[in-house]
């Protein structure tokens, strides 16, 4: 069957997509926490304030069975309850702020197989961006990852969080332009 | 001086005509909208401008988050109940199903919707459209999809509204849907539209997509048989989520 289309987010999602705690994949405070974070930019440079991202990852142990309760609703008003913290979800989603930036508290991804390079998977949405965009975040470079292996050095580095202070990580996105990120496709 | 509809219709025509030609050459009808699409001023700066990479060995993208009754509530659904009154406008039924390349119904998935009231009013404070608010609509809802990959909401019909792109810019009426699949690389975000809009000539938001089969499939269709006597419209509308094809293989959740 042909797929349907895909449109821009527009500006308008911010009432509807975003939830408290929806950057919150791990307690905080938590001692194997960690926080990844970064800006999104424009072909010019600027810092976009409405995109949205999503996130997708590995448990600690590098399982992919993701549990429900992302999005937990309070079932008796409808509002938003947050995650248990007890059931690790591999789902987060946060929209830029006006500064164009963003930031998720998560625990690192496990490896999903031998040999395999843990990452975080990303999906970008944003007002102008008429179908979304995937990229990762790799928390290290390795030639063992095919991905990685294939790219130039400075294409390389677009998809390699760089370590902080207090376990931060710190990847920007570039839609467009001479850092522009490395976005993937999948067939 | 601001673009006019003139200067945005010979772009969008300009831009069709090439496709057509593409077409009439041998290439296969594009699925899927061009991210580089100058008429939508916004794209501009906001595409990649080097090819995207195909990436075979993915793991994390064959799979994706799961969604339960713990994330939504019946109440979600139903974007008419979720304030004391009665919201203004025409009272819509809209449903249909999610389905994977292969026509497997994708299950238990979620499906968000967002949108403007009757008066093509977002409750969003940065719309600034001087058409009213509803106090009784804000216009977000939520639902999973059901073992046949069944989606269901009750809604208001939306109103078209302006926008900055151009002098006189109107967006047709539409629904704004965000849907997952089994697989986060079958994520999907687009917008329905309603039958015979007079507005879709002049959109470029909805021309973004080249082909025209590929843009009807962004219409629902009006079905009387979804119609509730003395209560709602019924409009129908599947969705068929893209994937790597390592997705159509698996057996559906
Ligand atoms: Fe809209």
Not at chain 1, 101 to 111: D, E, Y
Not at chain 2, 62 to 71: A, E, K
Not at chain 2, 150 to 155: A, E
Not at chain 2, 193 to 208: E, G, H, K, M
Request: proline share 9%.
């Amino acid at each position: 069957m042909k797929p349907t289309p895909s449109q821009t987010v527009g500006p308008f999602y911010g009432y509807a997509l975003p939830y408290p705690g929806g950057g919150e994949l791990a307690p905080a405070g938590h001692p194997d926490a960690v926080v990844v974070h970064g800006f999104v930019y424009d072909g010019a440079g600027e810092p976009v304030p409405d995109a949205l991202l999503e996130f997708w990852q590995a448990d600690p142990g590098g399982g992919l069975d993701g549990e429900p309760g992302s999005m937990r609703k309070d079932q008796v008003n409808r509002s938003f309850a947050g995650r248990d913290l007890v059931r690790f979800t591999g789902f987060a989603r946060v929209a830029t702020d006006a500064d164009g930036q963003w930031a998720v508290r998560t625990f690192r991804p496990g490896a999903t197989g031998p040999g395999r390079v843990p990452y975080i998977s990303v999906c970008v949405f944003a007002r102008g961006l008429l179908h979304h965009l995937y990229t990762r975040i790799y928390f290290e470079d390795s030639a063992s990852d095919p991905l990685l292996a294939s790219l130039e050095p400075d294409r390389r580095a677009t998809l390699v969080a760089t370590a902080g202070p207090g376990g931060t990580h710190r990847l920007d996105i570039h839609l467009q332009g001479e850092r522009e990120t490395v976005f993937l496709e999948f067939r | 001086m601001p673009d006019s509809q003139g200067d945005i219709d010979r772009e969008i025509a300009d831009i069709a005509t090439a496709a057509a030609k593409a077409v009439a050459g041998g290439e296969p009808e594009p699925e899927h909208v061009s991210r580089d699409y100058p008429p939508y001023r916004s794209s501009v700066l906001r595409h990649p401008r080097l090819p995207l990479i195909l990436t075979e060995e993915a793991d994390t993208e064959l799979r994706g988050p799961v969604f339960g009754v713990t994330d939504v509530t019946e109440l979600d659904r139903d974007l008419t109940r979720h304030h004391p009154g009665e919201p203004l406008g025409e009272r819509i039924t809209v449903s249909g199903r999610v389905l994977d390349r292969s026509g497997r119904p994708v299950r238990g998935q979620l499906v968000e919707v967002w949108q403007a009231n009757a008066s093509g009013r977002y409750a969003h404070d940065r719309d600034q459209h001087p058409a009213p608010l509803d106090p009784n609509f804000t216009g977000t809802g939520r639902c999973l999809t059901d073992d046949e990959g069944r989606y269901h909401f009750t809604t208001i019909k939306p109103g078209a509204y302006p926008w900055r792109n151009h002098v006189n810019a109107w967006r047709p009426a539409h629904i704004h849907f965000s849907v997952f699949g089994t697989a986060f690389a079958q994520r999907l975000v687009t917008q329905m539209y309603f039958p015979n809009d007079p507005l879709f000539r002049y959109d470029p938001i909805f021309n973004s997509v080249p082909s025209e089969s590929a843009r009807q499939r962004m219409i629902a269709a009006y079905d009387h048989d979804l119609s509730s006597p003395e209560w709602s419209l019924g409009y129908r509308w599947d969705i068929v989520l893209d994937g790597p094809s390592a997705t159509w293989m698996e057996e559906g959740r």
